[in-house]
């Protein structure tokens, strides 16, 4: 597993809101894996709504995963020195 960092867009129908996260997964971990991990759930509660865009059957916020950056050792500590 290596680490990287997340970025997820959330929208909840008036604002949008971006969060970075730094989550160890593998490099073929799905969106939706990524999903129940940040936002709770199961898999099978998350439905595409449309195009790379995710909805949970316990929220009426959708969620997208923008981004996945491979991130190293180095990397790591300066981020996590900075609060991710």
Not at 30 to 36: G, K, S
């Amino acid at each position: 597993m290596k680490p990287y960092l997340i970025t997820i867009e959330t929208r909840d129908g008036d604002h949008e809101y971006w969060d970075r996260w730094i989550f160890e997964c593998e490099e073929e971990t799905t969106d939706v894996e990524i999903l129940t991990n940040f936002a709770g759930g199961d898999k099978e509660d998350w439905t595409e709504v449309y195009s790379s865009w995710y909805e949970s059957t316990n929220s009426y916020r959708h969620f997208q995963v923008r981004d996945r950056i491979e991130i190293t050792q180095e990397d790591l500590k300066v981020l996590r020195r900075y609060g991710l």
